[in-house]
């Protein structure tokens, strides 16, 4: 007989789901991921741009409902998709009213899906655009620490402090240099994982005012639900998580990320 899995926690505070991918979800309608996400109090939902196939569709999803918000960019694995087009289409946009940030962008050297040298070309020229549109940014970094780092101190005095690095498995160096800029950085189902004490090492080192709630679904679901599509009305699973690892009072860990996630994407709220 197989083991029931437990119940998804619903808490009183509401939970500000900062980074998924709405359009790649497969398993259920979106109405039905929407409602239930609801029901486990996740209170605005921004979902994530990577490409230029997908540009157009993330912004059509955050027009779909007043609590789901989008980003625009291109992921460093699309990075030689990048065209003058495609650039003055995120410009166009990254302003919007339903966006919020210009993402997700960065350097992906474990897979190494687009040239190196594109990639850190690309990633310079979305930093860009962040600055110019006053916009945070959503990072993608793997083995790619040093030259991630590197370019981010090109543009230090004037991303104001303002982005994540989402998913979160790099080494402490990065880790460290984001939290002395005053970034944030985005931890999800990986926490939960057997094998990922080197993810938590990080938890414990980052400030809980510097640390953003985050799914990556439809990937990293987090156990107890290993094996199915992630999705949003996870969430509560990762907030126990980053407590426990923490030693911190639940209501703490909910309450200072959601004002964590105020902070990084809706200033003005």
Known sequence: MSKKRRE?????HPI?????????????????????SQ?????????????????????????????????QGIHPHEAETYTDEVEAEIRQHATDD???????????????????????????????????????????SRDADDDTIAILKEFEHSLERRGVIHSFTSGPGLAQYAIDQGWCLGFNGITTFNKAEN???????????????????PFLTPVPYRGREN?????????????????????????????????TFFPHQ
């Open 98 to 140: 339903k966006i919020v940030a210009v993402g997700e962008i960065g350097l992906d050297y474990f897979y190494d899906n687009a040239d190196r040298s594109v990639q850190r070309e690309v990633f310079r020229r979305q930093l860009q655009i962040a600055c110019d549109s006053d916009r945070p940014v959503v990072i993608h």
């Open 199 to 217: 993810v938590r090492d990080i938890v414990r080192m980052t400030p809980i005012e510097q640390i953003l709630l985050e799914t990556d679904a």
């Open 231 to 263: 999705a949003p009305f996870y969430l509560p699973f990762v907030a126990e998580k980053i407590a426990d690892v923490k030693e911190l009072p639940m209501d703490q860990v909910l309450s200072q990320t959601y004002q964590n996630s105020l902070r």
């Open 16 to 36: 500000i789901e900062t980074h998924c991918h709405l359009d790649y979800l497969k398993d259920r309608p979106l109405s039905d991921t929407l409602e239930q």
């Open 8 to 12: 998804i926690p619903v808490f009183d």
């Open 39 to 71: 029901r486990v109090n996740i209170e605005k939902v921004i979902t994530i741009a990577v490409s230029p196939d997908n540009l157009t569709a993330v912004r059509e999803l955050a027009g779909s409902a007043d609590w789901v918000f989008g980003t």
